[in-house]
């Protein structure tokens, strides 16, 4: 039963519309076009509910990217406070290999949404950048990487994710590639403090 202070109500709005988020997520890097319907049948939820979250399909797009990116630099914060800032840095490389995936195979969504809205495409660049800095700030206090590596390093070094073909397999060559690139930046630490 509902309470009047929609307690219940609002929490399984909210799960409602996150399980909209990852679906949408999912489905819209496979293919652009995916239907709203097969989003909201594979999400569990009626069309009714999609809409009154997303009232069209660009608000359901732009949604899902900022929902992506968002949790993608909350994620920094959380390792560094539950790792070791070598390992925190490592564990978030995969998440932003994920992150990356998702959004070359969202990339096509994105602009057809920009282009509805007239808006240029969401880059959520900033926030990004700014969790790298976070990143490489704690290893370069502890000692866990090579001096002096910056955001713009870093970028530079691990551009070679935008080559993997996400068609296939890209778990392999990715978790290599990142390897290799942070063993990089552990090669010339000074040691942890």
């Known amino acids: ?62 949604e899902a990217y900022r929902h992506e990116v968002q949790q993608l630099t909350d994620s920094a914060a959380e390792l560094l406070r539950t790792m070791e800032p070598d390992q925190a840095l490592r564990t978030w490389m995969d998440r932003l290999a994920r992150f990356i995936m998702a959004k070359t195979g969202l990339a096509e969504a994105l602009r057809q949404a920009a282009g509805a809205t007239g808006g240029p495409e969401p880059s959520g660049y900033s926030l990004v950048f700014g969790s790298i800095e976070s990143l490489l700030e704690a290893n370069h206090e502890a000692g866990t990487i090579r001096p002096g590596v910056t955001a713009d390093d870093f970028l530079r070094a691990i551009a070679g994710l935008w080559q993997i073909d996400i068609s296939g397999d890209w778990h392999a060559p990715v978790t290599r590639l990142l390897d290799i690139v942070m063993d990089g930046l552990r090669t010339g630490a000074p040691g942890r403090h």
Do not use: W
């Open 1 to 62: 039963m509902e309470s009047r202070t929609g307690g219940p109500q609002r929490s399984d709005a909210q799960r409602n519309r996150e399980r909209i988020l990852e679906v949408a997520l999912v489905e819209l890097s496979r293919s652009a076009d995916v239907p709203l319907s097969a989003i909201a049948r594979k999400a569990g939820v009626g069309q009714g509910t999609l809409y009154r979250n997303f009232p069209n399909r660009e608000a359901l797009v732009l």
